[in-house]
């Protein structure tokens, strides 16, 4: 199905008299304005996993596939459209086994290796030079994730003065006769990755220990000190890290996964599943904002002037690896879409301390923006759910109360059936973005702006026939956005958002 085609779906299932509306009322306080949602929490992981990097993105100079200095054009094209704010990179568990000094200097030269995850064979094309480039061409900011789990203090602060000092170092004359005078801008970088797991095994108080070894030799200009993430767990990690490494962090790292079953053995397939698992997913999904409360809790203990920031610097659904594909490839549906909206409405409520989020993962892996095969690329889903939320980006967040909520209900599972948050956006517009969970039935939203009379609303809204609607590479545009607007009529704004839809709306005064 064609977008158009889908159009006239999502306007049918509007206007179907089988959904009986039910009375959701959202009041938003624009006067009252709430922290700022960093645009960062619109960030991306890219990682060197299964076809992530090497194949998704890159394709080397030489390749057919139209490219620049190695990178994808269509796939770059593609990132650029969605604004992506900032990439992490290049771990993850890979982070954990990468020497940098593998991936500089002329390419045919570099080593290649196999690293701990067993799933990359690694051949280090893609290195410093060639990320600072892909994040260039995006207008992104780069989060570099470092190597503790079988590094050194030395070799991190080697990479750190070789990426961030200026002419008269060592390190950056290497960089200059590697191809690059002037220094890389690192807005954030990463000291290890889950050092409770993959990282080393390692208990919170001897990690905080390390960081703070770690942290003490990391130097750089002052002006271009990258902001230091420590890398957490769940809250026991937060209580010592937040109490160890005050003034020495500017973020705990938190990873939180969405299984459809909960249970990592068997954890659900990522098409074809029942209604029993579009609600769980949701419903697990959902945790994140508890899971983020029982941080800020610890954090607003442990550090009341709000200098550390929860970095949730992994997240999205993991499903059950289908055979005969690349590590992690799943594919990405409408369910993948929701959930993605429904953590960034949750994100903003939490932009206080919520300044920066990298999603799992970018292409190919995980819950993906794109995914390629061979010269083919298709966008998903949760792509499109990420370019909805563009005018969030740096938006203020607005205090936003829902009245009445409906509920939906499978069994013993009980969700809201409503999601919203409101912002007001750089363009100075009122932004509302809407979730309905609910796979059947659809939902009217009376939407209040204190104040202010609205005219009415008009946006984009993303939904489908079936739960597991997706973009496949013989049919790209199956599932896409569709323009959806909407008038006052007495004095009053009513949104009918259908069965299963993300909706983002710009409210017209
Ligand atoms: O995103 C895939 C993997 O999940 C990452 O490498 C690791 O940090 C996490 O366990």
Redesign the pocket.
Known sequence: MNIVKCSLVVLAMIAAPAFAARPVSISIDAGKPGPVINKNVYGQ?A?H?GTGVYEGMWVGPKSTIPNTRGWRNDVVGALKALHVPLVRWP????ADTYHWRDGIGPQHQRPSNVHA?GSVDEFNAVGTHEFFDLIEMLGAEAYVNGNVGTGSVQEMADWIEYMTADGGSPLARLRARNGREKPFKVAYFGIG??LW??GGNMKPEYYASLYSNYEHFLRAPAQSRPKMIASGNDTVWTEVLSKELKDRTAGISI?Q?TVPTGNWDVKGKDLGFKEDEWISTLANTMKMDQMIKDHVAVLDRNDPNKTIGLMID?WGTWYDEAAGRSA?FQQNSLRDALVAALNFNIFHRHAERVPMTTI??MVN??QAMILTDKEKMVLTPTYYAFQMYVPFQDAESLPLAIKDNTSYTLGTVTIPGVSASAARARDGKLYLALVNTDPSRAVDVAVDVAGTKLQGAAGKVLTAAAMDAHNTFQHPQAIGPAPFSTRAAGGKLSIKVPAKAVMVVALEK
């Open positions: 992981f990682e996993l771990g993850g568990c890979f995850n990755n889950e797991g993959c990873h996964y992994e992690l799992a993962q892996v995980l």
